[in-house]
């Protein structure tokens, strides 16, 4: 089954600075792969996705891309603002059925 | 987006006893839902795949007569934690996939927290 790796497991920069998520997953037939921000006791909630026919897509400050020949995928979050501080998850799925997660990254954005 | 409700939020119950969870989609008709645990610091684990009409799918390792899935309508889904024990204590969440233009976009409930005490 499919496997999902998400590094690194805590973050922490400062206000105003990029940064990067990077996960890996196994099942070359994987096709969708969102990201996730999860506050303490709140569920998941959807901040970019991407499906394998693009290799990148854009949201203001949210970026995703997407290397399908090595089977990769990241999240870049430009000029993080502490709001940002938060868990977040990688998953990767075949036409958006079940989700295999990442681990999670511990985002701490410091002010 | 796609609405979906999870109740209760919060539930605490006595070890041996049973606990129901529901998973509704509020908007839209979900032939699929899918159950995860998730216990603190870590991440969502899938239990099971909800299928409308049939039976669940179970994840390895999850017991699938511990777990009781019901997905009697097209529009909700019932989780049910057979005599619950301190260990069941975690959050649990259902998520269910959005339909028209939402595409597979996957939406999650609110979450329920579940103390076995």
């Known amino acids: 089954g499919e496997n999902v790796e998400q590094h690194p497991s805590t973050l922490s920069v400062q206000e105003g600075d990029s940064a990067v998520i990077k996960c890996t997953y196994s099942d070359s037939a994987s096709n969708y792969f969102p990201w996730y921000k999860q506050e303490l006791g709140k569920r998941p909630q959807l901040i970019i996705d991407?499906?394998?026919?693009?290799g990148e897509k854009k949201d203001q400050r949210i970026a995703v891309t997407l290397n399908k020949t090595a089977k990769h995928f990241s999240l870049h979050i430009t000029e993080t603002q502490p709001e940002d501080s938060a868990v977040y998850f990688c998953a990767a799925s075949q036409g958006g059925n079940k989700l295999v997660f990442g681990a999670g990254t511990i985002l701490r954005v410091k002010s | 987006g796609a609405v979906v409700s999870q109740h209760p939020s919060w539930v605490i119950c006595k070890s041996g006893t049973s606990v129901k969870i529901e998973c509704r989609s509020l908007d839209f008709q979900a032939t699929t839902m899918f159950w995860y645990r998730q216990f603190p610091k870590q991440s969502l684990m899938l239990m099971a795949t909800s299928n409308e009409g049939s039976k669940a799918t179970y994840e390895q390792g999850v017991e699938k007569d511990k777990f009781l899935i019901n997905h009697a309508s097209l529009t909700l889904s019932t989780l049910t934690v057979t005599s619950a024990h301190p260990e069941d204590s975690s959050f649990y969440i259902c998520?269910?996939?959005?339909?028209?233009?939402?595409?597979?976009?996957?939406?999650f409930g609110e979450g329920s927290w579940l103390t076995v005490v």
């Open positions: 998520s269910a996939r959005g339909g028209g233009s939402s595409g597979n976009t996957i939406y």
């Open positions: 991407i499906r394998s026919n693009v």
